[in-house]
């Protein structure tokens, strides 16, 4: 793996790898992703922690996982600049709100556009679940999409329901699956 390559992880990404390669079955996956995490090869914005602990089952096994005595490893924080870019590409890219959603409350909620933006200023790679359509209809348009705008390395490797494809992506981009 080319060592100056840093991935920034979306919120799919996390939810495929828990569920096509379980930590109970996957402790090798997971003990150096965790290792990934702490070399900073790898990270989450506090955006993408949010939604992830969010979610309403506690006893989800990514949620136990991602337990309070990670997140300083796996967490960067969005800064001011990356607000402001993302509210830049909110107003640009108003496909990626839901119709029931402002633009000021997307700017509070949801993570996709700050990821994309702390990408472009940090010059990271995003991986997402997010799968890429070649004639995307407006509700089809996502971080994908929006990376190809703006010139942003983005891993998009959901092909239909291939979602197994992202973690495996993962996996042996960041050497997941060796013994150190």
């Known amino acids: 793996m080319d060592e100056d390559i840093v991935f920034n992880i979306d919120t799919s990404t996390l939810i495929y790898l828990e569920k096509y390669y379980p930590r109970k079955d996957f ?87 700050y990821i994309i933006a702390h990408s472009m200023i940090e010059k990271t790679v995003i991986i997402t679940g997010e799968k890429k359509y070649l004639n995307p209809k407006p509700s089809q348009i996502r971080i994908p999409h929006v990376c190809e705008k703006y010139g942003i390395p983005c891993v998009s490797l959901k092909a239909g329901d291939q979602e197994a494809i992202i973690p495996l992506y993962l996996i042996q981009s960041l050497e997941l699956n060796k013994e150190k």
Not at 49 to 55: F, G, L, N, S
């Open 27 to 113: 402790g090798l996956i997971w003990n150096n992703l965790e290792k990934a995490f702490e070399e900073g090869k790898v990270y989450i914005l506090d955006k993408v922690w949010k939604e992830i602990h969010d979610y309403e089952d506690k006893a989800d096994p990514l949620l136990v996982w991602m337990g309070e005595d990670r997140k300083a490893k796996m967490v960067k924080r969005t800064q001011e600049q990356h607000v402001i870019k993302a509210a830049q590409i909110i107003r640009e890219n108003r496909e990626l709100l839901k119709d029931t959603i402002s633009v000021d409350a997307a700017v509070k909620e949801i993570a996709d556009p």
